[in-house]
């Protein structure tokens, strides 16, 4: 069974800071890892999508990485500000029909 | 484009009583899915929707029903509500192996 791990539940970090999130794994036969934000009391909003074929993929401030063999990937945030401020959850598809199962997130607190 | 929506934001109901949690989506996917998410556990997947005219269990499917109605509108039935069915409920629809497109959720509470 998948099992999508992330470590630690919250991040408090000062703003200006570059920060990275961490997901484990624990199938790697995996076709690709999607990572998303929460705001309180909202629902999720996809980031990124990341191919098993790619290594990395971009948007904006954000760059995420994925290495299948390890069974890990990182969401890079540039320049972190309060805005950022979010719970991150990182999910991986379980059998042929996309279903996902889902880490616990990071809640990141960005402070002024 | 309004993307996936749902209906209604929040509910109280009291224990045994039902409802039907309202989904639709707008980007002509194949795929729609019913996820809960609670403190702690975080988000699992009660049922979900392949294609128009199937329906499948997930992780969690006890104490709901589903019915796919057509492409754009997968509903989530309580049957007789229970407190244990007090969560956060979300609606997410995608094309296989894309990326998965959620709604903004249905807060619940059993009393």
């Known amino acids: 069974k998948q099992e999508v791990t992330q470590i630690p539940a919250a991040l408090s970090v000062p703003e200006g800071e570059n920060l990275v999130l961490n997901c484990s794994f624990t199938?790697?036969?995996?076709?690709?890892l999607q990572w998303f934000r929460q705001d309180p009391g909202k629902g999720l909003t996809s980031l990124l999508l990341i191919q098993s074929s790619q290594r990395e993929q971009t948007s904006g401030r954000l760059n995420a990485s994925l290495d299948k063999s390890s069974g890990r990937s990182t969401l890079y945030i540039a320049a972190s500000q309060p805005g950022d401020s979010a719970t991150y959850l990182c999910?991986?598809?379980?059998?042929?029909?996309?279903?996902?199962?889902f880490g616990k997130g990071i809640t990141l607190s960005v402070r002024p | 484009n309004a993307g996936v929506t749902q209906t209604p934001k929040f509910q109280v109901l009291k224990t045994g009583q039902s409802m039907t949690l309202q989904c639709a989506q707008d980007m002509n996917h194949n795929s729609m899915y019913w996820y809960r998410q609670d403190p702690g556990m975080g988000l699992r997947l009660i049922y979900y929707s392949a294609s128009e005219g199937t329906t499948d269990k997930g992780e969690v499917p006890n104490g709901y029903n589903v019915s796919r109605l057509n492409k754009r509108e997968f509903s989530l039935r309580l049957e007789s509500a229970a407190p244990s069915q007090t969560s956060v409920y979300f609606c997410?629809?995608?094309?296989?192996?894309?990326?998965?497109?959620f709604g903004p959720g249905t807060r619940l509470t059993v009393t």
């Open positions: 199938d790697s036969a995996i076709y690709n």
């Open positions: 999910a991986v598809p379980t059998g042929a029909n996309s279903k996902l199962t």
């Open positions: 997410a629809s995608s094309e296989v192996r894309h990326e998965q497109y």
